[in-house]
């Protein structure tokens, strides 16, 4: 089997490692090559806007088998997002395939460290997958080593799931790289500032995933709202509203007091509606939280 990556997306790239199970014949190529015709399966791992057009290229070139699984990689989109360039050829089966997985190092198709690391992000993922049943059967064959759950997304629902997983992959990093300019105004050393909180994080993550699957996430949660302790988390924003007033043109510190306070309103809310708090505690809480009238950090 041929898999076809355009600019050798990681993800693509590594479902052709035998490790994980996968055809051992299967190659994967990242450049046009002389013997292009008839691939009976392309991943197309390219930037959203460039789905349409690299899907008229292959085509063109005669790229794609008249049995062929053609499948992207690309989160929010459908994977009717390719039946325009590819249409009349009536035995394509086409899918979309959205892995819950953080792959941000380069990867290669040469065995190593980095390679390892994409392997295990991916082994054991959550995969989104869209399109005809003939076509993610296909798909569920090409990939299935890699697959711990797989949910069928319809076209309309997928931006909203591609949403959620940035919320929780790319805004958890905008939430490290928020505490460690926190941290750093307090004139801690920034290894141990980056060691540390990446520790902790590795932790809280830990909490949450022993936390049954249909149980209220806020069972695995520490710290002062969790105590409903207003008096810290008043003396918390205090502090963050004075550091960022120190260091105006910082946008991490200017973002610190209202994310926590947004943040924290939300642990609050849910401890709220699971009766995890008594009223004397949520009444402060909730005054703790109230927004300040006035102040150019924290509007």
């Known amino acids: 089997m041929r898999l076809f990556v355009r600019d050798a997306d990681r993800r693509a790239a590594l479902l052709a ?4 199970g996968a055809d051992p014949d299967l190659r994967v190529d990242a450049a046009a090559g002389p013997d292009w015709a008839a691939l009976p399966a392309v ?3 390219v930037p959203d806007g460039a789905l349409v057009d690299v899907a008229a290229e292959l085509r063109r070139r005669g790229a794609i088998g008249p049995t062929a699984l053609i499948f ?3 989160g929010a989109l459908p994977a009717a997002h390719l039946a325009a360039p590819l249409a009349g050829l009536l035995s394509l089966q086409i899918a979309a395939a959205h892995p819950l997985a953080a792959l941000p190092d380069p990867l290669t198709l040469v065995p190593g460290p980095a390679r390892r690391a ?3 992000a991916l082994t054991g993922a959550t995969w989104a997958l869209c399109g005809e049943p003939d076509a993610i059967l296909a798909l569920r064959r090409l990939v299935g080593p890699l697959i711990r759950h797989t949910l069928r997304l319809a076209p309309a629902d997928r931006a909203a799931w591609h949403a959620a997983a ?3 992959a790319n805004d958890l990093a905008a939430l490290l790289m928020i505490g460690e300019a926190v941290a750093l105004s307090a004139g801690v050393e920034p290894a141990a500032v980056r060691a540390g909180h990446l520790h902790l994080a590795h932790s809280a993550l830990q909490a949450l995933a022993a936390v049954p699957a249909k149980g209220p996430l806020w069972r695995g ?3 002062a709202v969790r105590r409903g302790d207003a008096a810290t988390i008043g003396h918390h924003l205090a502090v963050l509203q004075q550091a960022a007033a120190e260091a105006p043109a910082l946008a991490a510190l200017q973002a610190a007091a209202p994310t926590h306070r947004l ?3 939300v642990l609050v809310e849910s401890l709220a509606a699971g009766q995890a708090l008594d009223t004397v505690q949520l009444r402060a809480l909730r005054a703790a939280l109230q927004p300040p009238s006035s102040g150019p950090s924290d509007a």
């Open 263 to 265: 943040l924290s309103s």
């Open 221 to 223: 949660l520490t710290g």
């Open 72 to 74: 992207h990689l690309a």
């Open 166 to 168: 940035a919320i929780v």
């Open 17 to 20: 490692d035998p490790a994980i």
């Open 118 to 120: 994409g392997l295990r």
């Open 43 to 45: 991943a197309l791992a």
